[in-house]
Structures are given as C-alpha cells and as structure tokens.
T-cell receptor, first 109, second 115 residues
Framework: KNEVEQSPQNLTAQEGEFITINCSYS?????LHWLQQHPGGGIVSLFM???GKKKHGRLIATINIQEKHSSLHITASHPRDSAVYIC???????????FGTGTRLQVFP | KAGVTQTPRYLIKTRGQQVTLSCSPI?????VSWYQQTPGQGLQFLFE???????NKGNFPGRFSGRQFSNSRSEMNVSTLELGDSALYLC??????????????FGPGTRLTVL
C-alpha cells in the first residue's frame, strides 16, 4: 500500500464546477505540499501546510493531522486549471518528500 | 528573482553512457533536492544537498550521484545509463536545510531519454 494515496486518479469537470481532490497518508509528517504539474512537466508548489487551512485565490487547501487527510478545493473551475495535482508529504522520520500518484484534472468549457 | 533553472532541458543518450545534469537554485537558497519522475514509479526523491554536503538520500543505486558547489549550484550524474533511467529529472531549491523546513521551489526539469 502506498504511503500517500490520492483520489480520484482522474477527474473531469465543466467550467465553473467546484472540485475536490483528496489525499490520505499513513506516515507521520512535518508538512504537506500540494503541487501542480502542467503537460510541459514543470511543477509549481501551490500550498505547503502543517495544520489548518490555506486559501489562495480560487484554491483552498485543508489538512486534518489527526485523520491524516488533506483536501484541495478549486472553486469556479476554469479550463486553465487542467493539470495534474500532486500531494506530497514530508516524512517526520526520514525528512524525505513522499509523493502521491497525482490526480489528472480536465476542465472543459 | 529568477527561479530554479535546469540545464539541459532535453537530453538523449544511449545505454552505457553517463550523463551530468545541472541545477541552479534560487538566489539565497542553500538546499537543492533532486527527484526522478517516471510514468511507472511517479515522483521519487533522489538526494538533497545543503552547504555542499549530501544531507539525505533516496533508494537509488550508486550509479546516481550528485554534488553541490560553494555557490549552491548542484549537479547530478548518472553513470552506465540503463533504459529505465529515461525520466524527467527535477530539482528543487529551498532557503535552508536542517530542522526548519521551508517551501521547495521546483525547476522545469530535464527530460532524459536513454536509447
């Protein structure tokens, strides 16, 4: 079983829809990243969380440390949000980033 | 402020050759980490360098090595290339290593194809 699980693996949405991507992990963590990767390959860090909730524009990330679960929400989705979203946790024991397999999001106009 | 840069962006090599990839971190960042991304294994941590010392290492064979220079620029080397080494190699920099964890900023990656 992977230490970081994401769901769903693939997601399609119509423009304007509210989107939720989930991440569950089984290791103790110091921090959790939400990353965005476009087809060109480059990765952008959207959020780094260790507790609570963060908001940036239409993006909201939450984390529940007790339940070992994080969610990334996109409000009013837009075709430019189409990308792969990756959850990565910093293991408290090994100090290494462990990545989920990613969620491929396609938003259609 | 310039972002993380990686050179070259694309590389084609043949089995048995060796390759060196370069990463220049954001100015002021002293930690550089390297990652491999493949369709089968996803993103995996290779190693992290801080102040010219390897601080952490992933589960990769000794053919994968790296170093960091006094200006924080880092190189990674893969010797005796195998077909399975074909991947996108990403580096990321952050302000410091050690117990204080700062956010990582990723470069555009080097896409290596081994024929």
């Amino acid at each position: 079983k992977n230490e970081v699980e994401q769901s769903p693996q693939n997601l399609t949405a119509q423009e304007g829809e509210f989107i939720t991507i989930n991440c569950s992990y089984s290791v103790g963590i110091s921090a959790l990243h939400w990353l965005q990767q476009h087809p060109g390959g480059g990765i952008v860090s959207l959020f780094m969380l260790s507790s609570g909730k963060k908001k940036h524009g239409r993006l909201i990330a939450t984390i529940n440390i007790q339940e070992k679960h994080s969610s990334l929400h996109i409000t009013a989705s837009h075709p430019r949000d189409s990308a792969v979203y990756i959850c990565a946790v910093l293991s408290y024991n090994t100090d290494k980033l462990i990545f989920g397999t990613g969620t491929r999001l396609q938003v259609f106009p | 402020k310039a972002g993380v840069t990686q050179t070259p962006r694309y590389l084609i090599k043949t089995r048995g050759q060796q390759v060196t990839l370069s990463c220049s971190p954001i100015s002021g960042h002293r930690s550089v980490s390297w990652y491999q991304q493949t369709p089968g294994q996803g993103l995996q941590f290779l190693f992290e360098y801080f102040s010219e010392t390897q601080r952490n290492k992933g589960n990769f064979p000794g053919r994968f090595s790296g170093r960091q220079f006094s200006n924080s620029r880092s190189e990674m080397n893969v010797s005796t290339l195998e077909l399975g080494d074909s991947a996108l190699y990403l580096c990321a920099s952050r302000r410091s290593g050690g117990q204080i964890y700062n956010e990582q900023f990723f470069g555009p990656g080097t896409r290596l194809t081994v024929l």
